[in-house]
Nanobody, 115 residues
Framework: QVQIVESGGGLVQPGGSLRLSCAAS????????MGWYRQAPGNQRELVAT???????TYANSVKGRFTISRDNAKNTVYLQMNSLRPEDTAVYFC?????????WGQGTQVTVSS
């Protein structure tokens, strides 16, 4: 059994920062890709950022220069540092872990950017 647990969401004012964390545990082996996606009400789930095992990163254009993805392979953990947050960043953020045996999703963590 695989567990994907996200944390770090919350309410923040525009211009503020949050750091999301996602830890994978259980029967999961050879993780090669980790990423963050988000889904706002009425919208489809969209890619925010991904990182390979070798730390190659990709970002959505809307978050480039504001968000930074990183990972700790020893801890099977991926992070998303979000700075200069905007109201349009409000969404449920989901962690995805791609490994031998499948692709796994977390339950999501709510990020709300509002004054």
């Amino acid at each position: 059994q695989v567990q994907i647990v996200e944390s770090g969401g919350g309410l923040v004012q525009p211009g503020g920062s949050l750091r999301l964390s996602c830890a994978a545990s259980g029967s999961i082996f050879a993780i090669f890709g980790m990423g963050w996606y988000r889904q706002a009400p009425g919208n489809q789930r969209e890619l925010v950022a991904t990182i390979s095992r070798g730390s190659t990163t990709t970002y959505a254009n809307s978050v480039k220069g504001r968000f930074t993805i990183s990972r700790d392979n020893a801890k099977n953990t991926v992070y998303l540092q979000m700075n200069s947050l905007r109201p349009e960043d409000t969404a449920v953020y989901f962690c995805n872990v791609a490994a031998v045996g499948g692709s796994y999703w977390g339950q999501g963590t709510q990020v709300t950017v509002s004054s």
